[in-house]
Structures are given as structure tokens and as C-alpha cells.
């Protein structure tokens, strides 16, 4: 099974940077996707950024292309975020993929089945 627990979120103010850990012991980061999704109050949950870690092709949300990036290491994945905005503020969670996926990652919620409690991102102006 796979248990995920995020942390590393808090307050910052727009332009500082934060990185956020996911704990994620027994993924097949060669098989599986990964990805880093949030939501804000009364908003749907979207993704931000997934990828499989045995390929090394990440897929990015348009609206933070060029700011984040996601990586893994061992049994940790990571979301650097740089030049935050305020319309950056959301729940974070991580997740995983229901199975194997080919290509490139999607960033579907519908993809996705093992997900982590959350860790708050709050960006001030």
C-alpha cells in the first residue's frame, strides 16, 4: 500500500519560494505517476504538477510552468515553488497514480487514487 503524508506549506509573501515534501514509501516511481495538486476554498482541486520519475518528463500546469518543479528523491517526492503569486494559495496534496499510466502524466483528479492529507500554501501580497 502507499501512505502519503505532505509538508513544508505556510505563509510567504508573493515572490518568495517554498518547497513542499511528500513522504511516500513503496511507490513505483518507474511505473506509477506522481503528481502535486491543489485546491483553494470553493474552487475544484487541480492538478499542478505529475510525472513519472523512471522516464523524467514532467507535466506542468500552464499557470506554473516556469515557477515549480517537481522531483523525488528515494521515497520523497518535492514541489519547489519559486516567485510565488497569491493566486498560488491552496491546499497542496500529493498524489498517486491508480496504476500504471503511459506517456505523459496526466493531471486529472480522476487519475488519481492515493492521496495525502494536505499542507497549506498561503501567499500574502
Known amino acids: 500500500h502507499v501512505q502519503l503524508v505532505e509538508s513544508g506549506g505556510g505563509s510567504v509573501q508573493a515572490g518568495g519560494s517554498l518547497r513542499l515534501s511528500c513522504a511516500a514509501p513503496g511507490y513505483r516511481y518507474d511505473t506509477y505517476c506522481m503528481g502535486w495538486f491543489r485546491q483553494a476554498p470553493g474552487k475544484e482541486r487541480e492538478g499542478v504538477a505529475a510525472?513519472?520519475?523512471?522516464?523524467?518528463r514532467a507535466n506542468y500546469a500552464g499557470s506554473v510552468k516556469g515557477r515549480f518543479t517537481i522531483s523525488q528523491d528515494k521515497n520523497t517526492m518535492y514541489l519547489e515553488m519559486n516567485s510565488l503569486k497569491v493566486e498560488d494559495t491552496a491546499m497542496y496534496y500529493c498524489?498517486?497514480?491508480?496504476?500504471?499510466?503511459?506517456?505523459?502524466?496526466?493531471?486529472?483528479?480522476?487519475?488519481?487514487?492515493?492521496w495525502g492529507q494536505g499542507t497549506q500554501v498561503t501567499v500574502s501580497s
Open positions: 498524489a498517486v497514480s491508480r496504476g500504471s499510466l503511459f506517456g505523459l502524466c496526466p493531471l486529472r483528479v480522476v487519475d488519481y487514487a492515493h
Open positions: 510525472t513519472n520519475f523512471g522516464r523524467g
